[in-house]
């Protein structure tokens, strides 16, 4: 990227400990308009955060925490946060890499929880400078860390891993097929598998065969993942609209809703009804979503990027427009507000600045984008 594009790190949404906005600006308890992050000033790179705290990995190679948890580490290629553990992952003897636990609370001082040494794949994904990086899937493609023990968890030798998300509860792997697999608990339908039973080992998502994925983003309780023509497929839990389909919580916003009945629907999905709407028929709200549904985005835009918060989510187009739905008490949709939407919905504020957004990653509760400048035509 030459200087004149060199764009800039925004962040939205909660920041009571500073980690969207930089521990300067102290407890404010939303930020519902991009600010500016500290990745303009120290070249960020890479953004992770958990629920208190951000992890912000420079190009230089190193990390800096904001938020609950303060710090900085020199010599590292990645980092992921979690509130139970603080991964880095640092260059190693050799053409291998190490790997390091942390309690966020350490500013990582001292000795790490553990270390395990780990060795760069032969023929990996590669880095990009303003994409996310390969955590918590290692370098080797065969094991990734998760924030549980046993912290360092081995992947099937069949499993040929491109990309690895976790939510709360479940895990998404997308593999150099363009297949999707997934695992965990599935009481929200985020497995995809048409039944809300957990899945022990990974499984592959049957609905989607045939059909080759280019990214894969897994929330609290639901899942994404976009097609290689740029199509966007979601399922799981809908409670506050972060699959963009009705939802009854948004409904009574305006209205009462009683009388409801609930099932399951042929495609598998879990409908509440409430009462009439105007033209007499009950209006259905979609609570759970077990199997992948198309979600139109707008007519034309295609999908290249997608993040998911804890209950919101957040698609990249392919000509750098930000779209997000779902929670947004905290500001984390971008939409200068703290409105929860059930429908995508482009943050203009990026539209307004001339910005065109090259990357995003959601935390649980905020949302953090790369934007540059557009091109004088």
Known sequence: MDEERRGTWFGFGFCGFGQALGSGL??????????????????????????????????????????????????????????????LLRAGPGAGAELQAWAPGSAMRGDPLWSQAVQEAEHGPSRDETQAGLLPLLPCARAYVSPRPPFYRPLAPTLRARRLELGAEHALLLDAAGQVFSWGAGRHGQLGHGTLEAEPEPRLLEALQGLRMAEVAAGGWHSVCLSETGDIYIWGWNESGQLALPTKSLAEDGKTTAGEASGLEEDGSEVKRGSAGEDGAPAPFIAVQPFPALLDLSPGSEAVKVSCGSRHTAVLTRTGELYTWGWGKYGQLGHKDTTTLDRPCRVEYFVDKQLQVRTVSCGPWNTYVYAVEKEKS
């Open 26 to 87: 102290g407890r404010q308890v939303h930020s519902p308009e991009p600010l500016r992050t500290p990745g303009g000033s120290l070249g960020v790179c890479r953004v992770s955060a958990s629920w208190s705290y951000t992890a912000f990995v420079t190009r230089g190679g190193r990390v800096q925490l904001s938020g609950a948890a303060g710090g900085t580490a020199d010599g590292c290629t990645d980092a992921w946060a979690s509130e139970e553990l603080l991964v």
